[in-house]
Structures are given as C-alpha cells and as structure tokens.
C-alpha cells in the first residue's frame, strides 16, 4: 500500500510544482500498476488538461466517473474540461453538469445544484449556438430528473417553453428563407413549388406545434395563453395548406377546425379563427349558419369585410333570421351609440347595419371589396345582387367565388361542396338573364352540372326552363317549369312562369286562367311582390290581346288595355308594359306621340325591349335623326338580345345590326358598317335590303369585287321582296352598275343603267351615272386603242345628254361630260366626221343664255358662232370646221359647267381645272403653221388654272397644270408651280416628270435626270417618265440603243392615247432599224406599225409620221397601202407647195416621190417608178430650191438614181439602166451593194464589153471590201458560168474561210454553202462525193441552221435527215432566228409526211414545194 501512496503524493507534488510532464508520467505509471485507481485518473486527467490534451484528458475523466460515478470531482473535472473547449462539447457538457446536479440532489445540496445548473445554461446562452441554447433549456423542463428538486429555484416551464418556442421561430425563419434562396435559381425551379417543398421539409422536422402546446399548457397568463393560441392556429393552418392531399391532411384539417372552434366557444376575437369556424360551416342553406355567431362576429370584428357583408345581408329583405330584439346590448366599441339606438324605432337597426337600400348596398360594396377570399361573403354578396336583379355583378363575383372554392379546396383538403353548388346556381341562374341569349350555352351546362349531382335542383329546374322559354322550345320550358312546380308548389313565382310558358306555346286561354288563379295569391301591399305583381298582369293582357286579335277587342280600354295600364300602377318601371302601350297607341289609337313617348321610355327602362327600340329606331329614320337611330341600335346589340345562342329555335333579330351600318354608312365609316350588314345577315341571310347596304359599304370603301358578289346575292332576293312589296329592287342594280363602272367594266355598266332607266325613267341620278359611264367608257377605249368605240361611247354620251338636259340642265356633271365627249373628237381625229354638230348645238341651246358662255371670252374669244353655224364646206374645210367645233364646243359645255357649280366653290375649281385642259386641247389642235408660241386659248388656260387654284389652293393637280401650260411661257412660273404641286403630293409621278421635261426644255440635263428617276420610283408604269429617260439617253450620250430600250418599254406600258411615246418609238425603233448590219424580222417591224397607224388615227395630219409608216410598210412587203399613202402624202404636200412655196414642203415633196418611186419599183409600176423617180431627181437638185441637208439629198437621190434605173432594167431597157447607175454609184461613196447591183446590171446586157466590166467592178470591191459576201458570192457565180477555174480556186477559198466565221448571217450561210455546193458539182470527176462532202462541211460547222440538213435530206433521201432539218428549222424560226416562211415550208415538206406536208402548204401556201409534197405523200399512200 505504501507503493500507490507514496506514488500519489509525488503526482501531487508534481502538480503543485506545475511538472505536468512528470505527473502524467508518474500517473500513467500508477494506472498501469493499478488500473482501478480513481486518484490516478484524476491526477492524469488533470495533468493532461493542463498541457491540453483535451481527448486524452476526457478519457482520463471518464475513466474516473466509471470507478467512482457518484463522486462530483470526476465530473467537474469534465466539465472544465467541456467549458475549456467552448461550444464544441456543449451536449458532452449539459449530460456530465446533469449527472453532477443529480450527484447534488442525492447529497441534498440544492445550491451546487443550482449552480451548476445556471453555470450551464449561462455557458449554453454566452457559447452555444441557438439550437444549443435551445436543447440547454431541456435540462430544466420538467421531464428533466432534477425539475422537481429544483422547481420554485429554476424559471417556469411556460417561459423556457416560450425561449425555446422563440429560438425555433427565428430558426424556421431562417432556414426557410435560405433554402428557397438556393432553391429558386434551379433550372426549371418555380417558386411557388420551391416554396412549397421547403416549408414541407421544415414542418416535418419542427417540433414547435408541441412547443405551443407545452407553453398553452403550463402558462399561467391568460394573455400568453391566448397569444400562443392563434400561433398553434396560424401554425396548424400553415401546415395544413402545405400538406398534399392525403390523411395527414384529413387529421391536420380537423385539428384547425377543433382549434378555431373552441377560440369561437370562449369568444376570444381572433378574427382567423371566426373566419375558420363560420367559413369551414359550409352550409347547404344560410339559413343553416347559426346567426348568433354571426352578429357576435359583427360585433367582434365590425370593420372587416366580411362583418359588413353579413351587417348588409342580415337586415336586407332576403334575410333568412329574424331581427334581433331591440333590447340587443351593443358590445363593440365601434357600435353605434346608445343615443343612436334610441332615436332608431325597434332598436335593432343599429346592430344589422343600415336600412336604406343605398347604404346597405354600399357597405355590403365596401365589405366585399376586403373580403376577396371569403367564401361566404361571396355567397351572401351574390344572392344580394340576385335579389337586386344585378346579373353582371352576380356573374363576376361567382366566378371569382368558383375560383376562390376550388383555390380553398386545394389549399384546406375541404371540397365546400354546398357552397360550390350555391354559387353555380346562382352564376347559373345571372347567365339565364345576363346579355341574354348570348350565356345561355354556359348557364345550360351549369345547370346540367348541378342537375347530375342533385336531380331535383329547383334553381337548376327553373334555369333550364327559363333557358328554354328564351330560346322558344315552350314543351321543354313547360316540362323543367313544372318539375319545379312539384318540388315546391308554393311557389307563385314558379306558378306564374310555368303559366306564362304555356300561353307563349299558344295556349293563351289555360295560361291566362293560370295566370289570373296565381294574381289572387299575391299581396299587393308587399313590396316584394310588386315586380311580380306587374309582370302578371302585364302577362294576363298579353294573353287577352292574343286570345281576341280583332281590332275592335284590342282597342277596347277595358280589355288588355287596362291589364297594360295597372301593371304600370303595380311598377311604374316595367318597361315591358310600356312597349304594349306603345304599339296600342301607334296601331289602334293612331296617337303617335304618346307611342313615341310610350316606347321611349320602354327602352329608356330596358334595352331588351326589342320591339320598342325597333319602332324608335324606325321613327328617328323617318325624321333623318341617324345618329339616334345609331344610339338605340348601339344599345340593343349590347343588350344580348339580338343573336340566339347556338342550337336556340328562336330566330335572332337582325334589324339593329342593319340600322347600325346604315347608321355608319350616311358617316361614311364603311369600315363599321361592313361588320354591322356582315352581322345582320349572319342572323338573317335573305335579306335583300342588308345585302345592298353591305355592297354599297363595300363599294365606298374601293373593295369592288366584295361589292360586285354582295349585289349579286341582292339580286336572288329581288323576287321575295317584290311579292312582299316592302321597297323596290332597283336600287341593287343602279349600284352594281356603279361597282361594274369602278371596276373598269364599262359595257356591264351602262347595260346596267339602261336596264334601271328602262322601269325608272324618271331616275335623274341613274341617268347622270350613265352619263358619266358613257364617257368613262369614250375615255378607256381611247386609251385601249379601240377609237371607234370611243367615237361611239361619246356620241351616245351626247344622246344622253341631250335626254336629261331639259331636267337636269344645272347639273355640273352633265355638262362635264358633254365637254369630255366633244373632247373625245379632238382625240380621234380621223372620225371627226362624226361630230354630231346638230346634237351638240340642241345641247348647248336647251335652257341656256348666253352669259352662261361668257367665261374668259374676252380672252379665248370662243363664242357660240361656230359651233352654231350651218352651210355646207369643201371636204378639205370641213374636217377643219368640225375639228374646231369640237373643241369649241368642249369649251363652252366646260363654261357651263361653271355657270352650274356657281353654288359649290370646290365644283366650280374643278369645272376651271376641266376647262383649262379644253382650252390647252384647243391651243394643242390648232395647225402648227396658224401658231405661234402661244394663241389666244393657251391664255385662257392659264387663267382658268389660276382661278382654280384660287378656289381651291391645296389641289396639287391644278399647280400641275399650271405649270404644265406655263412651260413655254414663263418657265419660272412653270418650275414654282410643279414645285408647289410637288409640295402637296410628292408622290406624283406626273409632276416629276413635267419638272423634268421643264428642265430639259431648259438644257439642264442633270435636273433633268434627277426628275425623272423620282418619277420612275413612283410609279414605274407611268410612261413618260421613260420617255424622258429616253431623250436625255438621246441627248446626253447619243446612245441610240439605250434610247430605242427605253421608248421601247414606255410604248410597253403606255396607254394608246399618249402622241409623244408612239412617235417616239416609232422612231427610235426605225433608227434602230437602219444602225443595224443585220435585216430586221417581221416581228421587230410589226408593233411599230400598231404604233404608228394608231397615231394616225388620233393625228391623221401628221404628215411627218404618215410618212415614216410606209417606210415600215415598204419593208413588210405591204406595197398596196405604202402606195396609196405615199400618193396621198405627195397630193398633199403639193397642194401645200402650191399654195406656200416654200422650201420645206418642196424638200418633203421630194422625198415623198422618192419614196413612191421605190415602193411602185417593187410593186412593178415600172411607168410610174421612172416618172416619180425623175420627178424626186428633179425636185432634190441644188439648184431646185429645196433646203434638204447634204446627207438628205445624196440619200434621196441615190435612191431615185437606183429606182429609176432598176425601173428600165425591167422594162427592158439596160442600156438605159446604166444612164442612171453609174450616177448613183458616185452617189452612193463606193457602197459594195451599189457595186453589186451594177455588175448584174452590166452582166445582163449580155455583151462581153459590160461583162468585163461587171467583172473588173466586181474584183476591185473585193479588193477593197473582202469582208463583203455578197460580192464573193456574185464573183462566185460568175466564175461558175464562165467555167473559170482559176478564178473557182479563189472564190472558194475566200468562200470555205467565210463560211468558218460568225460575222456572217445565217441567210449567208445558206447563200455561201449553195454556191460551194454549186462549185463542187462542177468540179469535174466524183461530183457527187464532193457535193456531199460540202453538204456534211455544213452541218459540221454550223450543226444549228437546217440548210445543211436539207440538202443532205435531198441527197441521202434519209427520214431521220429530213426529220433533223424540220427541228433545227423550228428552232430557226422568229423570234429564236430569222428563217423565212418558205424555207420553213421546205423543211416540213421534206420529210415526206402528210401531216407535215399539210402544214408546208399553210406555212407557205403560195409556194410549189409545200403542194409537191403534199401531192407525193398522198400518191406514195394510195
């Protein structure tokens, strides 16, 4: 014993001394000698802690608190430890300062004990964390072992439950907060369901509901008692509307409600608690809700919502609770006051809230507007509204409610199924009435809804039955009526309706005896009743006016008459009763002011009294107040009432949509009416009358094609409306007509207007519109092109005219079109013949004086004279004479379309502007020669274009005009004016392009140019523009191409009527012509001929044109017409030489008799050809006295040399010929095709003398030209007849190299490869080979052109040849090459079939090949 004492002592020793090291040593030591020494571990444990070796310490600790477990130094010596190391070991700590307090309690030593009890929770609170400082807490609950021994010493349970409560609150808090912060930026994550999924997690690990439950259990004050009640329910509450679908769910449900109810049963005013315990009722009736609870809610909470809804409802008329007694203590603070309560009779007024409708209808407002998620009040509001008959109100407040049940029943796990079905009812039963029929599809399948899960639903019963008696199915109204009739027979208003019902289905005898069985059972004297009061016996009259239809019944005053009057008495505001009134007063009383009065102030009342609007509507059209009449339609289709709702029997009712968009068309919105007549004949698609006002809207809004097929329609219901008589059909026909006229079908049109005039002669309107379709349609084919037809269109626009002047002789647009009409003569002068003058002087003299014709006089100085002159006059003075009729005429009809618009200042611009351009057309025909730069009618112009912009200054058309007539005048003012045109349209093409034209008048080439490109972006298709492109092309850079491509295109879009385009391209396309090396096909001569004849149509005596035709009908071979005009041209220009003699018309006559010379030469007038030719020799010397340039007269003199010459060749005098070739071969400056027609000239006189000299002439071309083939080719043939082989080698050299080029054409080609054909035949030995060797040269270098392939057809006699000389023909062919008809024909009758032969002969009937084909093909057959 002395070894473990003495052992101790030094451990003590060294401990004292602060050896820790020797201790522990010495310690370990003794423990290894005695392990059960508790002294040992002490020391060790000590030691070690004192060189912080905490875990091998608390080992030593622990070994000691096992030998000795009710020794305290153990474990203070672990709980020093513990505090040592701060909150790391503070669960160690509370289990060893545990173990030492109940040490404590068993020595009986309550302040240790205390101590180390509040050293710990003081450690845990100053170190720990706070869910260590909550678990400190347990140690003195009262399942702690030392609670008991401790209890009065240590705090009370209810205030540590209530720290422990609160630590977990901020805990929850905070984890709740963090975890959804992590949460919400997921992928995908949303934050409803993030939330959601984190309180879930929360609340299932929280013990803080036990917390509550410990704090309401142990607390002695009343007040924390309370408080941590509304938390356990605010908890309770929170977990359940987290909790998914389930019996947890159930159980946590029952538990709120438990919870809520007992709060409700103490009457503590938590107000979630009431809301719980009266919301979660859920009651199939309110009548079912205890009201005790319901004022003690009031009277607890009296400014929430829901406490004013139920003060609303609980005094409103519908309340199912009796009033309380007036005695009723006032408990709330916000109550009214004593003195309040004693002024109000009865009391109880104060406590139920107002008793005016207004106020209650007010706080009830107030109250719901802050109970938006209260079921109840959602259900009392709309059975309050119902009663008030506030159907749009009920069905948004009962949607909102259906929403509000489904959200509660989701978040509570309670279906609210009574209340779910009250508010289906009632939302069901407001579609029934609301914009009716419009919801009945919806109210229909509500109610069918309710009637599955409550067959016997009367509100469901009644609804569909109502549902049917609007939609007019009275057996099935009458069937569901009656259901509902048996399920509560008390019921009159049932009764009423059911009765009701059957009169509408015709029975109005058993209906009305119902009806009058039902009146004896209501008290007058109830309010409530007066509505219903007033229906029955405005129905009762209904049913007798029906019953007896007579006229001397209905207008008996005792009979339904007075039913009608003593519903108003009943209810002053029946609007239906005011209806029957009306129609009494209007049919049968004839008194139409009271009627008027009668329907107004039905409709004032209701806008579902159809009838009344309709006759209102009816009596505002007749009077003209349209925008009346659109007020009252407006409000009848916002009534609902006019369209059926689908599958309905009941017709829909289509006149306010009609009124509406006739309403809209007299306010020329066309847009709104279109919709209005489109929804009209939705409803009723026969009506006639609908269909014309859709047309007529579609065709004031330029959609004339929808306008076209709307009267067309119209017109399938004329007969309908004719048999009902109810308006006339004309009118559909005049506007398709004007729709035909819009759309450019002029014919269509007028077929049209004469088909209206023929039943309504006497419609001046339609006469007028004829009128102006007639000259439209003058106008339009002016511009087609079609002058004959326009001719025609202007004359019987005249006849027109003349038929309406004597009514209509102050109308602006009849003279208008009179003036157009003439003007359409000047257009086509080659039918001026026709100018009816006889007509136009009846016309001008119908109801006219001569101050009508005074306008501008003075200046222009047209008077009636000519216009109204007779005689007779030379053919040559009265083409002359009508012209100027005609534009005389023009004139004065445009003066007295002035003196007509005298009332209306924009007509009256309009008829200056039309008379400006009829004097411009005056000063355009007057001849060239009679003006100078400007004539008396372009000053007038100028004024009339002035006095118009004076009306009528912001008209940017009349600043283009002025400029227009101004151009030559004063170009300053020309450019100011298309300026400011330009300002107000900048967008016009015309403008930009007279700018343009004004600029190059002016030789500013680059303004020029500018114009004219704004004038092509603005429209492409305006033609002048392109013709002003094309002069600056011209002009600028003198590129003849670029000028042809331009006038080319400006003729492709132009109309027929525009002078400048035709001519130019006309000659454009000539130059074209004569630039290039190549013969022109027919197709590229054809279109300006078209041109060309045109503008001799509208210009016969353009003479200069006239001219430049027949030189493209000399090249297409048409002889016979170049002849006769180019004899009429000479007789002309003769007659004009004779009279002026002047230089000019000299020069032109020489030209002209050239030219006839020629075309006669080709037509074999050989007489004639040598006559006209030394005439034109004659006329175009120097000396004659001609002004023709130096290049005009060699050209012309070369030709009448050639003509004259080749003229007696033909005529068999060749010597003579030459008298004139060789003149013409100085003339033409060496010309190779001169030379050429010399040599063969020469070769024919057949003498060896001018043969050599063919050939000399011939050899020194070639010498000079070698490119030229045509003298190859002649040389060639020559050297074949003379059998000349050394010449042969030569010419067929320069042949074969010749034909291997592309400068030569395939006329050439075909030309070069008959001649070395030709020179291979004569070749001498083996001909034939060498023939077909050229031949297979040919289609080897030119594969293409079917020359080559017909001559080996001929030789091989191949089918497949002749078939590839046919394709490669048809490929050759215009406008892909330029093979002639007749080698076109030879290619068809090559290959030796009947079908081909035949179309040889087509192609070329005037050729033998295309006949000798066809002869062998059908003699091989037979």
Known sequence: MSGPKAALKAIGAAIKSQKYDDAIQEAQQLLAADPKSYQGSLFLGFALSKQNKNEEAEKAYESATKLKSSDPQAWQGLIQLYEKQGSHKLELYQTAALRLAEIYQEADDKYKCQVVVDTFLGFAKNQGTRLQCKKAQEIVLPTSPIYDYLEGRIPHPGHTYQIMAQITEFEEKERINKDIGERRTRLGAKIGQVTVEVKREVLRDSDLEELYEKII????????????????????????????????????????????????????????????????????????????????????????????????????????????????????????????????????????????????????????????????????????????????????????????????????????????????????????????????????????????????????????????????????????????????????????????VKALSGDYAQGKGELEDSISKIDAKDQKMRELLARTQYRIGVCMWNIDTTKAARKDRSGAYSYFLAALKSNLNFAPAYTSLGIYYADYSKDKKRSRKCFQKAFELSSSEVEAAERLARIFAEQGEWELVEVVARRVVDSGKVRPSPGSKKKGVSWPFAALGVAELNKQEYAKSIVSFQSALRITPSDYHCWVGLGESYHNSGRYIAATKAFQHAEKFEHEVEQRKSGETWFAKHMLANVKRELGDYDEAIEGYKGVLEGRPTESGVAMA???????????????????????????????????????????????????????????????????????????????????????????????????????????????????????????????????????????????????????????????ELKKKSTRYLKASVRCFKRAIELEAGNSEFWNALGAVTSELNPKVAQHS?????????????????????????????????????????????????????????????????????????????ESSSLIVQRQYAQSAFDQILASKTPSSITELVQPLFALNQLQTMAPTDLMYQHLSTLFLERISDLPSAVAALSKICTIVEADYEVSESPSSLSRFALAKADLARSQLSARSYPEAIDNGETALQLSADDAGNDLSAE?????????????????????????????????????????????????????????????????????????????????????????????????????????????????????????????????????????????AEVQTDIFLHPNLPHGWGRLAEIEGDEYTAEMALKTALEAVPPRGELEADDLSRAFGGTGKVGDAQRAVMFAPWGNEGWLSLSGALSGRD
């Open 978 to 1054: 298309f300026v400011r045109s330009l300002f107000l349209n900048e967008r016009s093409a015309q403008a930009w392009t007279n700018l343009g034209t004004l600029y190059l008048l002016q030789n500013d080439f680059g303004l020029a140019n500018d114009a004219f490109t704004r004038a092509q972006s603005s429209d492409p298709d305006f033609a002048h523009a392109w013709v002003g492109q094309g002069l600056l092309a011209l002009l600028m850079t003198g590129d003849i191409k670029e000028a042809n491509l331009l006038f080319t295109h400006a003729m492709e879009i132009s």
């Open 217 to 500: 259990d142990w607390s002695n004050d009343d007040e924390i008692r309370r408080q941590y009640e509304e938390k356990l329910l605010q908890r309770c509450l929170d977990a359940l509307t987290i909790l998914p679908p389930g019996e947890q769910k159930v159980e946590r449900r029952n538990k709120v409600l438990k919870l809520a109810n007992d709060m409700v049963i103490i009457k503590h005013p938590y107000k979630l608690a009431w809301d719980i315990a009266i919301e979660w009722t859920d009651p199939e009736n309110i009548q079912e809700l205890d009201v005790n609870i319901l004022r003690e809610y009031c009277m607890a909470f009296p400014t929430s919502g829901l406490a004013q809804v139920l003060q609303g409802f609980l005094s409103s008329e519908i309340s199912p609770f009796p009033k309380p007694p007036p005695s009723t203590p006032v408990q709330n603070d916000t109550a009214s006051d004593e003195s309040d309560g004693d002024e109000d009779e009865g009391g109880g007024v104060s406590l139920e809230g107002p008793a005016l409708l207004e106020d209650r209808l007010l706080i009830m407002t107030e109250g719901m507007a802050d109970s938006g998620k209260s079921i109840l009040a959602h259900r009392l509001m709309g059975e309050y509204y119902q009663f008030l008959e506030e159907y749009e109100s009920v069905v948004e407040l009962m949607r909102n409610g259906r929403r509000l049940v489904m959200e509660e029943a989701n978040k509570v796990g309670h279906k609210f199924e009574n209340s779910s079905e009250s508010m289906t009812a009632l939302l069901a039963t407001a579609l029934v009435f609301y914009q009716s029929p419009k919801n009945h599809p919806e109210a229909k399948v509500l109610f069918d809804g309710l009637l599955v899960r409550n067959p016997s639903s009367t509100p469901a019963l009644i609804g569909i039955g109502l549902i049917y008696e609007e939609e007019e199915d009275y057996p099935a109204a009458i069937d569901f009526l009656g259901r509902a009739l048996k399920r509560d027979s008390s019921n009159i208003r049932i009764k009423t309706e059911a009765a009701w």
């Open 770 to 928: 004829l009128i102006q379709a007639l000259v439209e349609s003058a106008w339009d084919s002016v511009e087609k092109g079609l002058f004959g037809h326009a001719i025609r269109r202007a004359t019987e626009t005249i006849d027109a005219a003349l038929g309406l002047v004597e009514s209509r002789a102050d109308a602006f647009n009849l003279w208008r079109a009179a003036g157009d009409a003439c003007s359409i003569f000047t257009w086509v002068q080659s039918h001026i013949s026709d100018f009816p003058h006889a007509k136009v002087k009846q016309l001008l003299q119908t109801r006219g004086n001569r101050s009508a014709y005074s306008v501008f006089d003075e200046v222009d100085g047209v008077g009636l004279d000519i216009v109204f002159a007779n005689g007779l006059y030379s053919a040559a003075e009265e083409d002359g004479l009508n012209l100027t009729r005609c534009f005389h005429a023009a004139i004065l009809a445009h003066k007295r379309a002035i003196h007509a618009s005298a009332h209306d200042i924009h007509a009256q611009a309009v008829a200056y502007y039309n008379l400006g351009w009829a004097e411009h057309r005056a000063h355009v025909c007057v001849s060239p």
């Open 1192 to 1332: 005009a007269r060699q050209k012309c003199r070369l030709s009448a040399h050639l003509t004259v010459g080749l003229a007696h060749y033909y005529s068999g005098e060749p010597e003579t010929a030459l008298q004139y070739f060789l003149p013409a071969l100085e003339e033409s400056n060496g010309n190779p095709d001169a030379f050429c027609l010399l040599a063969q000239v020469l070769w024919a006189t057949g003498d060896e003398d001018s043969r050599n000299k063919a050939r000399d002439r011939l050899f020194d071309c070639v010498e000079d030209r070698p490119e030229h083939v045509q003298s190859v080719l002649l040389l060639g043939i020559i050297a074949i007849l003379d059998q000349d082989s050394e010449s042969l080698e030569a010419v067929t050299a320069s042949l074969q190299d010749t034909r291997a080029t592309s400068t030569i054409t395939n006329r050439e080609q075909g030309q070069v490869g008959e001649v070395l054909r030709a020179i291979a035949a004569l070749s001498g030995s083996n001909d034939e080979k060498e023939v077909l």
